[in-house]
T-cell receptor, first 117, second 114 residues
Framework: GAVVSQHPSRVICKSGTSVKIECRSL??????MFWYRQFPKKSLMLMAT?????????EQGVEKDKFLINHASLTLSTLTVTSAHPEDSSFYIC?????????????FGPGTRLTVL | AQKITQTQPGMFVQEKEAVTLDCTYD???????LFWYKQPSSGEMIFLIY??????QNATEGRYSLNFQKARKSANLVISASQLGDSAMYFC???????????FGTGTRLKVLA
């Protein structure tokens, strides 16, 4: 149980294009999803908290217009990197918190490696 | 401010031996949760074990156990009978008070030697 999927696992795009990353909880409903960014050999940096049906809460320094988050249902959140640039290249990983059970634990997706040329 | 500290950037352990990965935390809250995750080279974050601040017993999950010393504010992960597949990055995390957000440590890279 508590499986989170992420799609795509890897994406290469040209500078200036937008990229959408999907995060799905497969066997539980996720009231809250989180989006992280991880640089090589570094820890996870929280970008934003996404609650179903409401606007995402962004961490300080994260541009909300650049990283658009939509949490349309209890099983799906999307992160769109708009007008991507090479400095946006990174490993993006989402997590989901189960509502009602296992409420303290975040379950992570496998991550998406974004490369912007 | 809440903080998680992992002072071991890298560790080596011989296969079949036990290893302890250190984690200390700083919080003024009475209620908090502590977590350990494993991140293999593939990148996925695998949940290993959870300890609640009010739990009197140390958490155990198979070969993983958490040595929780509340007074010292430490939550060390003990892996018994290490296997080659345990080679990975290990992160300690604490649930931030009043939210469900996590604060992560900088991680410890474990290498199991054959």
């Amino acid at each position: 149980g508590a499986v989170v999927s992420q799609h795509p696992s890897r994406v290469i795009c040209k500078s200036g294009t937008s990229v959408k990353i999907e995060c799905r909880s497969l066997d539980f409903q996720a009231t809250t999803m989180f989006w992280y960014r991880q640089f090589p050999k570094k820890s996870l940096m929280l970008m934003a908290t996404s609650n179903e049906g409401s606007k995402a809460t962004y961490e300080q320094g994260v541009e909300k217009d650049k990283f658009l988050i939509n949490h349309a249902s209890l099983t799906l959140s999307t992160l769109t990197v708009t007008s991507a640039h090479p400095e946006d290249s990174s490993f993006y990983i989402c997590s989901a918190r189960a509502s009602g059970i296992m409420a303290d634990t975040q379950y992570f997706g496998p991550g998406t490696r974004l490369t912007v040329l | 401010a809440q903080k998680i500290t992992q002072t071991q950037p890298g560790m080596f352990v011989q296969e079949k031996e036990a290893v302890t990965l250190d984690c200390t935390y700083d919080t003024s809250d009475q209620s908090y949760g502590l977590f350990w995750y494993k991140q293999p080279s593939s990148g996925e974050m695998i949940f290993l074990i959870y300890q609640g601040s009010y739990d009197e017993q140390n958490a155990t999950e198979g070969r993983y156990s958490l040595n929780f010393q509340k007074a010292r504010k430490s939550a060390n992960l003990v892996i018994s009978a290490s296997q080659l597949g345990d080679s990975a990055m290990y992160f300690c995390a604490m649930r931030e008070a009043g939210t469900y957000k996590y604060i992560f440590g900088t991680g410890t890279r474990l290498k199991v030697l054959a």
